[in-house]
Nanobody, 127 residues
Framework: QLQLVESGGGLVQPGGSLRLSCAAS????????IYWFRQAAGKEREGVSC????????YYAISVKGRFTISRDNAKNTVYLQMNSLKPEDTAVYYC????????????????????WGQGTQVTVSS
């Protein structure tokens, strides 16, 4: 199983920014697509963003496009999610995820059967 650890969540005011980190261990991010998902209280989990090191492709949910940016630090084997112009509706637990079957980001959405997940980090956007 791929091991992933998220960090960087917290409380931020509307319009503010946060950067989440997803550190991988026991495998290199060179091989797999890395996803960010989120789950708000009482709602279903939804895909947020994807990054593929194989071809540099990225993908964003419409709700975050233009506000969030996904990137990778090769030396640290870490993927980041920079979140700007945060809104109260961005409040959720954010998870990073990966699966050995998925190497590239699809331009049509997010897989529903990803096998490895981090523990999640809480993001709260509130004044």
């Amino acid at each position: 199983q791929l091991q992933l650890v998220e960090s960087g969540g917290g409380l931020v005011q509307p319009g503010g920014s946060l950067r989440l980190s997803c550190a991988a261990s026991a495998f290199t991010l060179d091989y797999y697509a890395i996803y960010w998902f989120r789950q708000a209280a009482g709602k279903e989990r939804e895909g947020v963003s994807c990054f593929s090191s194989r071809d540099g492709s990225t993908y964003y949910a419409i709700s975050v496009k233009g506000r969030f940016t996904i990137s990778r630090d090769n030396a640290k084997n870490t993927v980041y999610l920079q979140m700007n112009s945060l809104k109260p509706e961005d409040t959720a637990v954010y998870y990073c995820a990966a699966d050995p079957r998925y190497y590239y980001c699809s331009g049509f959405g997010f897989p529903t059967d990803i096998g490895s997940w981090g523990q999640g980090t809480q993001v709260t956007v509130s004044s």
